[in-house]
């Protein structure tokens, strides 16, 4: 078992027997894989007899995308075990809990998250889930602002972007986020319908200036721990539980990156629901709840923020009357320029988001289409003009007027 | 010799013996330790008869500083080594070579420069170096360049920030020029005379508040490997020669700060002019020529890295027109606001510049003090405002009018 396979799931129940207080002694263990098969293995196994359960993920060493297989390093599940601890320890009501980590099979034993489900699925099925602005606003604040130079020992701090330096994983946020969508790349992938959209975009000057920018930040920004991949399909939910999975692409960058991604996702679904929503009267009132949940998710970052740097800040010149709101007007600009960026691709890059693709109905998948992009293009475009969240709020309002 | 200890003038003249085609078996070889003491020891070891020499260089484990004693990582010594490797093979002819490093014994064996003189020792000396801007100015443009996102696998630049976290040497420069300075902290150092201006430095919450944004981005934007300390006294000349030395601070960080350095040091140099000038004429005439070298160093500087740019630049994006602009555009800002801090501290924080603090006449010294603080704390104030390098040259002029 010592040298690196992908397990079968004969092993991995023999595995899962060796956590301790478990699972009983001779209990008739089940073992299902449920990963997409994509890049890790996930073995779901449960002893139906107790109920007890856990889940293994394993990572396998490539990245299968359209047929293709991408070498992929097995170091991201060290890095997302290391990560899930670190949250764990900053927010341990967010995340599952990590039973062990085995480097040499680049396994991760975890909580059974299985009562949950994606908030990705929950949104298109246009469930509301109350506690979540709440929640992920702490959760952003309280693992940005500790993993920052504001939060903790600055030279640890060091040390830290050392060990979450993430080559292999923050080459496919640079190519599929950062690159691709902006030039006829073989990568992109969108529908005949929308080629107008797609061919817009390769030659929009303008707007190629604002990415390089908000790329140039994704290269350089050393500000915090991130998740790195913080959308609505990394995250589990119940209507009073939120868990934050799957921090693979967790590296030091800037802060308005995870913030931009929850927001996005967000806005990709009030796109969607030109297919999901039954009638304009229901459409209008999902559209507002999501809304409201955006801007919930900002001002409760916002408030949780400012509140730990009061608290907390160990760096004597931060302390500076004035320059908390600099810092945090920058944070909202960065967060709203990335939620663009996050938008766009899941329309035409390689990876799109299911509350868009799987709308049925061409003509509502269409118009769901040309209004994330109108939405992304406009949140990179005034980024930088923006001072409240109120921008966002306000481009996404206009785009479906 | 392979346990970490001190060498002594005995053991270096026996590893010099070591060196290949250096010395002559038998050579008679005389050896002098020629280091400040502070840090490292540096032997000068040479055969009279042939004229060969070299230079050793051995990190201590601690500094003294003001009879203190701060330990220090010998990791520095690797850092060093490392990074005159890299800037040698991007500038081969403006770092002295290295033979060897021997990493348990914090030591580098490199080429002796005694034909050269510390540059700021030069500049006291009101020599003049109508090669340095040219030199220094394509020593920037290339290490910064090619070590960035710009002009390297932006992969591998992940891994180089990680070969380059260098938590012990940041720390001395994040506490004694972005922190110290500007609170009355027990390591700032000022003449009683200045007391006024130390005192208003501490309370000028505008300045603070700049400040704190150039300290950010000294802690967080992991733009290109930096020197990390290229003050005039890192720099050995001669009329036709500039070899930068003592990378020992290099870390990934904003490309400004190495090039805010060498502005900043030939303005304290310009400042020091009230004591060494003989007469009114020779000072302006001297003051002139260190404007036209702080001007000459940004603008060949600038010409050399849109060149490379032009030439080199690996990263697509990048490529939009207009970003190389705006790119620069932050790069003299990030140039005016650092070579601000570098300024402030050497006059009222814990190291000084000969420059100044050697000057025989006390009024003199004095009025050269102020004259540092007002350029240093304009260059700060304005910063975010440059357009041009003319801002930096108009500041210098204003403060002497």
């Keep these: 078992m010592t040298q690196y396979h992908p397990l079968s799931e004969r092993e991995a129940i023999d595995f899962a027997r060796t956590i301790p207080d478990l699972f009983a002694a001779g209990a008739e263990l089940?073992?299902?894989?449920?990963?997409?098969?994509?890049l890790n293995l996930v073995f779901h196994i449960s002893d139906p007899a107790s109920g007890a359960s856990i889940i293994l993920k394993q990572a396998l060493p490539y990245a299968k995308v359209v047929g293709e297989s991408w070498p992929l390093s097995l170091d991201r599940a060290r890095i997302e075990s290391e990560a899930l601890q670190i949250e764990g320890s900053l927010c341990p009501d967010l995340v599952p809990r990590v039973y062990k980590?085995?480097?040499?099979?680049?396994?991760?034993?975890?909580?059974?998250?299985s009562d949950h489900i994606i908030m990705r699925k929950g949104l298109i099925e246009r469930r509301t889930y109350p506690e979540f602005a709440g929640h992920i606003g702490r959760f952003l604040a309280r693992t940005l602002f500790f993993t920052s130079d504001l939060g903790m020992n600055q030279q640890e701090k060091k040390e830290r972007t050392k060990q979450f330096v993430n080559p292999d994983l923050c080459k496919i946020t640079?190519?599929?986020?950062?690159?691709?969508?902006?030039?006829?790349?073989?990568?992109?992938?969108f529908d005949e319908a929308i080629r107008d959209e797609a061919?817009?975009?390769?030659?929009?000057?303008?707007?190629?200036?604002?990415?390089a920018r908000l790329r140039h930040g994704f290269l350089t920004k050393a500000q915090a721990l991130l998740h790195g991949d913080l959308h609505t399909g990394s995250i589990f939910v119940t209507e009073s539980s939120t868990k934050v999975i799957d921090p693979e692409f967790a590296y030091y960058g800037p802060m308005g990156f995870d913030i931009g991604a929850v927001l996005a996702n967000l806005l990709l679904n009030f796109a969607g629901q030109e297919g999901w929503s039954?009638?304009?009267?229901?459409?209008?009132?999902?559209r507002d709840y999501l809304l409201r949940t955006a801007k919930d998710v900002w001002t409760t970052f916002e408030a949780e923020f400012r509140a730990l740097w009061n608290a907390h800040n160990v760096d004597r010149i931060s302390g500076t009357r004035g320059f908390q709101?600099?810092?945090?007007?920058?944070?909202?600009q960065d967060t709203i320029g990335y939620a663009g960026c996050k938008m766009v691709r899941r329309v035409v890059g390689l990876a799109h988001v299911a509350d868009i693709d799987t709308i049925p109905d061409a003509g509502a998948k269409e118009r769901a289409q040309r209004l994330a992009l109108a939405i992304g293009k406009s949140l990179i475009m005034r980024n930088r003009q923006a001072t409240s969240i109120d921008e966002l709020i306000d481009i996404a309002e206009k785009a479906i007027r």
């Design 30 to 38: 089940s073992c299902r894989e449920i990963g997409d098969g994509n």
């Design 101 to 113: 980590y085995v480097p040499e099979l680049a396994l991760t034993v975890m909580e059974d998250l």
């Design 174 to 189: 640079e190519d599929l986020i950062f690159d691709h969508p902006y030039t006829n790349a073989d990568t992109n992938s």
């Design 199 to 211: 061919e817009a975009l390769w030659s929009d000057t303008a707007l190629h200036l604002e990415v």
């Design 278 to 286: 039954p009638d304009a009267n229901s459409r209008a009132a999902y």
């Design 325 to 332: 709101d600099v810092y945090v007007e920058q944070l909202l």
